[in-house]
């Protein structure tokens, strides 16, 4: 199994910035898209905003395109999310997803415990 510990989060005013990062850990592992996803309100669906291929092939959901800028280091197993002219309704949990390849070539997906990101003045 892979563990993701994640960490950025916090409260910032309209149009300002924030970056978060999800660094991946454990034992004889592949690590294959990793991606960010949000909840914007309690019982609200997780939505995915922005993937990264191994590759580095990025895909983002429109309302956060040209703001938000998801980048990766396989060396260090860490994905960073660069959230730029931040609006309240950006406002949300955001998760890690990473998928992963074991040593047995099963393929599975882990999900970070999720960081709060307020943004309000």
């Known amino acids: 199994q892979v563990q993701l510990v994640e960490s950025g989060g916090g409260l910032v005013q309209p149009g300002g910035s924030l970056r978060l990062s999800c660094q991946a850990s454990?034992?004889?592992?592949?690590?294959?898209?990793m991606a960010w996803h949000r909840r914007q309100a309690p019982g609200q669906q997780r939505e995915s905003i922005a993937i990264i291929s191994r590759g580095g092939s990025t895909n983002y959901e429109p309302s956060v395109r040209d703001r938000f800028t998801i980048t990766r280091d396989n060396a260090q197993n860490t994905v960073y999310l660069q959230m730029n002219s931040l609006k309240p309704e950006d406002t949300a949990v955001y998760y890690c997803v990473v998928g992963f390849r074991d040593d047995l070539g099963r393929v599975d997906t882990s999900w970070g415990q999720g960081t709060q990101v307020t943004v309000s003045s």
């Open positions: 454990g034992n004889r592992f592949t690590i294959l898209d």
